[in-house]
């Protein structure tokens, strides 16, 4: 190294004695980074939608009254209340009979029986679901010679 060392200032000073300057190149390395869209695969997505046909089956409650008409013709004392014998709902009906003395008579009695019945009912309703299927195919360029896969 010293040969080399020795040459240089030998070169250098015979140089500036000539009133030259002398130039060192200076070299620097730059980093030039960037981003840009790679595709990797590519997905498909199918979706189908199916349909069901199915039965039901739901018990329903229904109620229907039927309205007698009893005469009665029954002198009473004063105004009767309405009243239940089981399931019938008994309403009197009076009226003002003008006699020596007013009295009230029973005319008659409207009986009112509740009837229940319960029916199945069965109706046809379509359900329907979404099915989906996903497809994945990864394009030539992100593929390996050996098959190995770049991520």
Not at 15 to 31: A, G, K, M, T, Y
Not at 64 to 77: C, G, N
């Amino acid at each position: 190294m010293s040969d080399i060392a020795s040459d240089d200032r030998s070169e250098s000073s015979s140089l500036r004695s000539q009133n030259e300057s002398l130039v060192i190149p200076v070299i620097e390395e730059f980093l030039d980074i960037s981003k840009g869209v790679v595709e990797t695969g590519v997905v498909r997505v199918h979706k189908s939608v199916r349909e069901q046909q199915v039965v039901i089956s739901e018990p329903l409650t229904s109620e229907t009254v039927h309205v007698e008409r009893v005469p009665m013709d029954v002198i009473v004392d004063g105004p009767l209340p309405v009243r239940s014998e089981g399931d019938v709902t008994v309403i009197p009906v009076v009226e003002e009979v003008l006699v020596t003395t007013k009295q009230l008579r029973l005319v008659e009695e409207v009986r009112i029986t509740r009837v229940r019945s319960t029916n199945v009912h069965h109706q046809n309703v379509t359900l329907r679901a979404e099915d989906v299927d996903i497809e994945r195919h990864a394009p030539v360029s992100s593929v390996k010679a050996d098959g190995e896969r770049l991520d």
